[in-house]
Structures are given as C-alpha cells and as structure tokens.
C-alpha cells in the first residue's frame, strides 16, 4: 500500500507534463505569435517613452575648404583650320582623324603633274634667260670693245689724213675736193667710233641690253619659284606640332583654296571651358587654382587654374563662361571632352564643421539645425560660413560637440528621441 502511494502522484506528474507539452506543441504557432506580439508591444511602449533611436552628426573642428563646382569641355586655346592653297585633286590623304602630328609632316597630296611641267617650262626659261647674259659677257661685250678699238684706230687714221690734206690744201698742193674727201672720211669714222661706243655701254653691266636681260632672268627665276612654289602646295603639311580633330576629304575629292579640309588642335597649353552660375561671380577670380576630372576618367584629377572670366553674363543661362588652363594636361584629354571641375575659392583651417545635409534652409537667409534637448528634438538658429561640397561652416548658434539631426531621419521639432553618435 506503501508503494502505491508514492507511483501514483508520479505518474500523474508525468502524465501532467505530457499533456502540457502535447497541448505546446497543438497550439506553438498561436503561443509564438502572441510571444512576438507581447515583445512588440514592449519594444513600442519603450520607443514612445524614449523615442527611436537617430543617427546624428557632431560639430567638429577642422579645415574646410570652399569649392564651385562646374562642368564643362576641353578646348584648345584655339584651332588650326588646314586647306588648300590651289584647285587641284586629292591624290592621297596620308592621316587620320585623331592622329598626331609634327610639324611639316605631308598630310594631303594633291595630282601634279601640270604643276611639274610648269616647273620644267620655267626652268627653261630661266637656262634661256642665263644663256642671253653670258652670250652679251661673252661674244657681244668683246665684239664690241675690238670694233671700238678698230673704230678708234680708224678715226686715227682719218684723222691724219686730213690733217695732212688740210696742210697740203693750204700750201696750195691739194684740190679742196681732196681735203673735202678727207673731212667726209673723218666724220664717218667719227659717226663708227660712237656706234661702237654705242654697243660696249649697252653690252655691259648697267647698259640697256644687259639690264633686259637681267630683267628676263629675274622674270624667268620669279616664274621658277611661283611653279616651284605651286608644285609644293600640291603637297599640305602641317604646320606645326598637334592632334588632327576634323577631317573632311577624301581620295579624289577637288579642292578649293578657303576650304577646311582638316581641322588640327595644336599641342601646349589646353583649356577647360566652363559655364559658372552667375550667384558665383563674385566668389571666383583670376589665378584661382581648381582640380579637374574628366569624366570619362573620374579617379584621376589635374590641376588648373582660372585665365579667363568673360565680362558678360549669358541671360538665356544666367551663366558665365570662365576658362581655365592646364599647364600640363595628361595624354588622355581628348578635344570637347567633358569635365568636372572644383575651384578652390576659400579655405578655413580651423572652422567648426557640420554635414550639409543637418543645416535646414541654407539659402532662405536663417537657416538652423535640429538639435537634441533632454532627449527631444528642438530648432535651433545658427549662422554659416564657408560651403563645401558635403560640409558647411558654423560660425554661431553650435558649439564643437554639438550634434545635429539630419534632415532625412524625418523626425519633427519636439519629438523624442535618442540620438546615436556615429
């Protein structure tokens, strides 16, 4: 009987268990969802006395700089338009577009085989000409000095042979016919001598047939060097060191003098074209220093500076167009090649900093931050200084320290919450 007194609230205890577990695991979908219903509750209860939990950012100390921002293209401080200077046909283009070139490299020929035979007519003529001068140094000038010196010898004759008639004349042994005869004889070798005078002075240096034909082998090499010149127009260069952006000829094509046919962007200095709000005007001047970025290779940035603020304002775009120079620009800069620029225009060292996006109201003139209050949300004024691309300047109203809710975490003036440090 001992026995059985004790089995039995055993086994009822067991049985107890049993149905308290059979009946767990009946209902555990039910029990579960009210369990996570209760905990919901509590964590909801706990979050309206405390508020939720915000992510703020701190007012620190450190350097800011101030930067405008503006997107624009690569120019060349200008342009190199390369034609023809004569009408003729493309033979040959002998570049392509975007490829470099030095200075006097052949990019385009032209057919030349009239302005060839232009060149040997006047290299003929010229050999004419050349040959007209030496025959006058060589067989006319000395022709004429020995029919001089026959001339003179001549008059010398004639001479004393009237000299003689007029003395026989006058001593009564001579007819005044004889001496008449002799006077004739001397005017005529007279009249021989100026001839012959006559023909040295023209033959030589300075004389009017040397000087003609000075003038015909002047006017023969003048040809020479127009068809020489024209025979190398047939062939267009470059004309100095840079990279072919536009080409618009091809083989066969005629030409035209005043026609592009290549467009070249010489090497040096590039620029970088930009349109600036014109509310930035008065922050931006000459010799300000700015990284660059071309778009097409974000990683690597170049520096530049300003060399160039237009004097208008674009009233279609409210803009101005500002230039920058790039003293060393990298190989991968490409003409119209889009462009992201940063100009410094102020720096801070020791300025108090917040992110930009904790200030409310930055351009409306008062702007102010949601700060935390015992554990509530509360506006507070402040004043700003400089602007940087993701920070902003603090000059009253936050002390270093100081936290602030950023304007996305939606959480409204006199809310509480619990802010979180980052």
Do not use: C
Not at 50 to 64: C, I, Q, T, Y
Not at 253 to 261: D, H
Not at 391 to 412: H, K, R
Request: charged share 20%.
């Amino acid at each position: 009987m001992v026995e059985q007194t004790i089995t039995l609230p055993q086994h009822k205890s067991r049985l107890s268990v049993a149905a308290l577990w059979s009946g767990f695991l009946n209902h555990k979908w039910f029990i579960l969802a009210v369990a996570v219903l209760l905990a919901f509750g509590a964590w909801q209860s706990v979050r309206m006395i405390l508020g939720p939990a915000v992510v703020v950012d701190e007012a620190r100390r450190g350097r800011l700089v101030e930067t405008v921002v503006a997107s624009g293209h690569v120019e060349t401080p200008y342009r190199v338009e390369i034609g023809s200077q004569i009408t003729g046909t493309v033979q040959e283009v002998l570049v392509q577009e975007g490829e470099k070139v030095s200075k006097g490299q052949p990019l385009i020929s032209l057919e030349s085989r009239e302005l060839n035979a232009a060149v040997v007519q006047a290299h003929g003529a010229v050999a004419q000409a050349e040959a007209r001068i030496r025959q006058l140094e060589e067989l006319t000038l000395p022709s004429a000095r020995e029919a001089l010196t026959q001339a003179n010898a001549t008059l010398r004759n004639a001479q004393q042979t009237y000299d003689r008639t007029a003395q026989l004349e006058h001593n009564g042994y001579a007819t005044r016919a004889s001496l008449d005869d002799a006077q004739k004889t001397l005017d005529v070798a007279s009249a021989v001598k100026r001839s012959a005078e006559f023909q040295v002075y023209t033959a030589s240096p300075g004389g009017s047939d040397y000087v003609m034909a000075q003038t015909q082998a002047n006017q023969a090499r003048a040809n020479l060097d127009t068809a020489e010149s024209r025979l190398g127009y047939a062939t267009i260069a470059a004309p100095r060191d840079g990279v072919l952006i536009t080409r618009s000829v091809e083989r066969g094509t005629v030409v035209q003098p005043g026609k592009a046919l290549l467009v070249l962007a010489p090497v040096g200095d590039a620029q970088l074209v930009l349109q600036i709000d014109e509310r930035n005007l008065g922050k931006i001047a000459l010799g300000q220093k700015a990284l660059a970025s071309a778009d097409a290779y974000p990683d690597r940035r170049f520096a530049a500076a300003i060399t160039y603020i237009n004097p208008g304002v674009d009233i279609s775009r409210a803009s101005v167009e500002v230039k920058l120079t790039v003293a060393d620009a990298p190989d991968y800069l490409r003409q119209d090649m889009t462009v992201s620029v940063d100009i410094e225009v102020a720096a801070r060292d020791d300025a108090l900093i917040l992110p930009l996006r904790s200030v409310h109201d930055v351009l409306s003139g008062n702007p102010w931050v949601l700060g935390v209050k015992d554990g509530r949300a509360v506006q507070k004024p402040v004043k700003i200084g400089l602007h940087g691309n993701s920070q902003i300047e603090i000059t009253d109203g936050l002390a270093a320290g100081d936290v602030a809710i950023p304007q996305s975490s939606g959480v409204l003036t006199g809310q509480r919450v619990r802010p979180v440090r980052q």
